[in-house]
């Protein structure tokens, strides 16, 4: 019996997959609607995370080899084209940076103090998104199996003596529409925020290393101006 509920999906599939995917959500029921919008919010901040966490938009590495470059040898002559570098780059390291030069000649404590407290906003930026996988994570499933469980009520009080038990089986089918649309989602949303998450930790691995190497150069060096 089981085949022969299959092969009518997988001669549809195999002539029209378009009508065949329009079938699948239209046969889901209202929770499906949620369903797809969780989706496009997924792909709308794995797209947003892709392109913010960019090394070029966090820590630049020529910028980062520049400031380790400086603190090897003599920092001379230096300052006014780090400043330039720092103005003009549009990303975390340039801001955070910028921030240091202005202090420099303080203590090394005071000038960390200062970067520190700028980098917990920095830090909310570059973690923006993360929470919206987090959310879609636990609840795409959750949706997927209250959209089943709304199905199989419809099914089970249309049960009788005389039920086609055909219809029976394509009307279970369908309701199972929802949960393996929510986790789908689920584990895109998964793959995604694992890979962003270390990125992250990649980043602001590097971008502390950098600015402990700034902090001591502006404290050695005094003011640039």
Known sequence: MTHSLLMPLAETIAVDPLQALKSFFSEGGFFIYPLVLASVVALMVTVFK??????????????????????????????????????????TLGRLGSLALKHAGKTQAEITHV?????????????????TLDVIITVAPLLGLLGTVSGLVAVFRGLSDASD??????????????????????????????????????????????MADLSRICAKAGSPS
């Open 115 to 131: 970067v520190e407290a700028a980098a917990r906003g920095e830090m909310v930026r570059i973690h923006s998104g993360i929470q």
């Open 50 to 91: 892709a392109i913010s966490l960019r090394r070029a938009t966090v820590v630049p590495e020529g910028l980062a080899r520049e400031i380790e470059s400086m603190e090897e040898g003599s920092t001379a002559g230096r300052w006014e084209a780090l400043q330039r570098e720092f103005r003009r780059s549009p990303s």
């Open 165 to 210: 038990h055909l219809a029976i089986a394509k009307g279970i089918a369908e309701a199972l529409h929802t949960t393996i649309f929510g986790i789908s989602i689920a584990v895109g949303a998964v793959l995604s925020h694992g890979w962003f998450t270390r990125r992250i930790e990649l980043m602001t691995t590097r971008l502390e290393c950098v």
